[in-house]
């Protein structure tokens, strides 16, 4: 029977998507254009959540 690994705790926030590139419209003198890099705010840009601290599943929440 094939190993099975944990189920990955995707954020819920953003999907696993955690970074996203914004097009603010302009450009540089050389043409190219200026992008933001913004990371989810949940994740930090991990993608993933931590592991449920012990308090976390005493109360409940996972």
Same mark, same amino acid.
């Given at each position: 029977?094939?190993?099975?690994?944990?189920?990955?705790?995707? &954020?819920?926030? =953003?999907? !696993?998507?955690?970074?996203?590139?914004?097009? #603010?419209?302009?450009?540089?003198?050389? %043409?190219?254009?200026?992008?933001?890099?913004?990371? &989810?705010?949940? =994740?930090? !840009?991990?993608?993933?959540?931590?592991?449920? #601290?012990?308090?976390?599943?005493?109360? %409940?929440?996972?």
């Amino acid at each position: 029977m094939p190993e099975t690994s944990p189920a990955a705790r995707i &954020c819920h926030h =953003c999907d !696993g998507f955690a970074t996203a590139a914004i097009d #603010t419209g302009t450009r540089t003198t050389d %043409g190219t254009r200026i992008t933001l890099r913004v990371d &989810c705010p949940t =994740c930090h !840009g991990s993608g993933a959540l931590p592991a449920p #601290t012990a308090a976390q599943l005493a109360g %409940g929440r996972a």
